[in-house]
Structures are given as C-alpha cells and as structure tokens.
C-alpha cells in the first residue's frame, strides 16, 4: 500500500523539515499530515522565522510529534561563550517544541560537533537529550570529526544516556564496516536517540553536501540497518532528512507524499509484522 | 632547501605516474630525474601504450627505482576468468618492472579489490607483493568496499606477508579515528607495502575523484602519519599520487619540480635527521 492511496505503512515515519527545505515551519506541517506522516523533525531556522511560541503552537495544533530538533553544536569556532549561549537557547526550544508536540515526542537535539561537557547538565536540566551525529568521512575536513558511530559513543560515554545519545544516519553511516556491532554496542549502551534515513547517490552530487537521495534512488540497503536499529532497541520514529535540490526544488505535499510512498517501500517493510 | 635548487631533502620520494596523467611513461621517467626523484610508480595503462619489453627498458634506462605498480583487482565484473588472466599479466609486469628498476625497486602491485585467494598463489611464485588499498568511504558505493585499513588488514590476514600487504594513502585514510593504531599493526604484521601521499582539498573537487591536492594544498597533517609510518618500520619510497586536473593540465616536467618541493616542505622532513 502506498502512501497516497492510505495511511502510510509505519506510524512512526517522521518528515525531517530539511527534506522540504523552502517550506515554512507551517508548510512543512500541512505536508506531512497531508501524506499521513504523524511526526516532523524541526530545524531552528524556522522556529526563528516565526518566533518560539508561534512555533511550540503550530507543533501543538498539527497533533503532530517532534521526534527530533536540528541542531546545535559548532562550538569550535572563536566565541565560545555566544556559542555556548545560542546552544542553551537550542536546548530550551527543543524542550519547548517537545512539549508541544504529540505524546510520543522525544526531547532530543542534533549535535553536529561537541561542547558536551559545557551543555549537559543545561539538557539535563530542560529533559532534553543531545544527540551527536557522526558525519560521513567525506565531511571530516570541514564539517565534523566525529565520523564513526563508536567515535559517537565513545564521546557520549562519560555521560548519562538520558542526557546524551547518539543519531545513527543511514547516509553517514552505512559504509562503516564496524556498523552492525556499532548499533548494536549503542543498544546495550541506550544511546540510539534517532534514527535518520536517506539513500546515498551515486555518482556524488556536485555539491557533496546535497548528494542524498530519497530511499530507493541510491544503493543503501535499508533492511538490515533498520534490523539492527530495531533489535538495539529503538523503537521512535524514523525520520527521513533529505538535502537535495531537486527534493527541495518540489513542491512539499508532493515530496512528503513521495517520501512516504519510499518509505513503506524500502525502509518500513523489515520493522512491521507482515 | 627546494628540489629545484639542488637535490630533494629525501631520496625517499617516489614520483606515481598518475600525477602526471598525460605524460607518456618516457615522459613520467623524464620529468622525474629533471626534478631529482630517484623513483616511480608506473600504471600499467602507459606500459600497455609502449609494451612491456619498451617500458621495462625505459625503466633500466632511467636508473629509477619502481615503487609500485598500479593496478590490478576489480574482481567483481560478470567475467571472472578474464579478469584473474588480466590480473596475473598485471603480476608479470611488476615483477618485470621492479626487476629492470634500479636496486631498492619493489615488486608491488596495487589491488583495488580483492581475488587474493585467486591471485596469491601466482603472486607469489612470481615474487610479487599484492597490496591492498583501502579508499576513502567516499567511494563505498561504487569502487571499493574496503575503507579503512584496519578492514585491509583483516583481508590479508590469511596471506603470507610477502604476498599480500597493504598501501597507505593519506588522501584515504587521514580521517580514520583508528589511524594511529591500524599503522602500528600493519608494522607489527609486516604488511606496509606502500606509502602514498598526497592532500585532501576543501572543498571536495567537483568531481571527488578529482579532488587531491599538492601537499600543503589541503588539510592533512602529514607529520603524524609519516611518522607513524616510519615508527611502523616501512623504510621504502613514498609515493606522491595526485588525482588533480589542474596538476594534470601542467608540464611534467614542473610539476615533477613542485611535487618535490612540496615533499621537502610537508613531507620528508619528519623523516629525515635535522
């Protein structure tokens, strides 16, 4: 059964907002809930667009759940008390649009690099839990570090799974050979706090940074990921991030109904009974 | 000092043809010597241009030692029997370089992808070392599976070291966390067949096989590796391959003179005494 035709195959099918970019926080809502989605991925830059409240009461109005906030993090650059301070506001926005959202909604915020010392106990103050995001290797220059999922875990270690977690995201992380004890090791360590999927290209984009594909148009194979993620025990939604131009360049109900459609075909089919 | 005004700092330094792509294997030979490198890398493409009787005598000719000899694998196409008799002409013609090479010159060749339980046996008879590249995760999905050379390391496992060893390239694995300790295991096992440098640019060229850089054109911090490499007890030439169009729209000859220079400034001198 495809999206458009009914309700999608999984419930737990998140719509992140990058993957309708140019739509509004209100946009990116009336699309997921027009191709039956029942949960969204924020990013900061909209809640700014239309202040915190508005936002917390679009989320609230939708019945929508939040399964994740994007992103905090970037605390390598030379102000480190103004980035230390926009994280803080990170951490409250995202316990603010968690509690807005439907019962269900997950408290956690995208960390693309580090400063977790200096922001855990402020998340584990507002109940939200940071997330580091291990980036592919092709970003170790200039984006990220952290590139592997046992990198992840390693740094999120020392402290409370409550307060730190880890995102496991198909595009960054499917090469890694060490991936199904990586999982598996953030299972038994309570780590997984998202899942993300997305397809990788080939060949690469142009711009590597918007070479994801929705799932089906590159060679990720979701099955046993999503197996791993599943017998680790996450059991959240799973959003679907896309950073593609011609994803964006679409029309956003049209995309959320496409990602939905790719969804029950490639990624929920392993997680439901059949 | 500079390669152009005197003889490199490290007769270490090993010129690979792919740096000057469109060089003719006389013209690699040429540039080289005119900048005072005292070895090559050959590709087999620019042997099969002139034969391998011309190309070997080529060599004798230039008094340069062969470091490597790029490269065979690609095992896994629809015809296998063609692609293991491809590959054991590729094994005959390393071992027929490196022996009209000057002294010091390695019977190596370099593997993309497996077939090492095919191609050992004959590898070994003719006084060949396979070697194992790992590439960047980068190309995971469409040129190699084997990304890290911990993964290298494993595959060759099974093989005798002279028969099957692995190369080290910065531009594919200067990201891996592991790094430090896989170079000290390949030390341990005796498996570094080759070390090749070269920098990764930011950003990513448009085209990523495409992106290399001259070193100290990138971000790679070559010290560390190199001396890691030296720790590890591989005492042969150092490759510099360079997958650039710029560098391959250059003279040979000059890029031969500032692939030297940049070797003196970023590379050689960690290994040298001061």
Known sequence: MSAVDGPVTSPRLSLNQATVKYASLAGAVDAARSAGIEAIGTWRESVAEVGLATAARTIADSALRVSSHCRGGFLTGPDRGAALEENRRAIEETATLAAAGAPGSR????????????????AADAGVQLAIEPLHPMYAADRAVVSTLAEALDLAAPHDPDVVGVVVDTFHVWWDPALPESIARAGREHRIASYQVCDWLVPIAADPLLSRGVMGDGVIDFTPVTAAVDAAGYDGDIEVEIFNQAV???????????????????VARPVVAP
């Not at 408290?107 to 402020?122: D, I, K, Q, T, Y």
């Not at 029309?251 to 490639?266: E, S």
């Open 107 to 122: 408290a956690v915020l995208v960390l693309v690099v580090g400063g977790l010392a200096s922001l855990a106990p402020f």
């Open 248 to 266: 964006w360049d679409g029309d956003p109900v049209a995309v959320a109904a496409r990602v939905a459609a790719a969804f029950d075909a490639h």
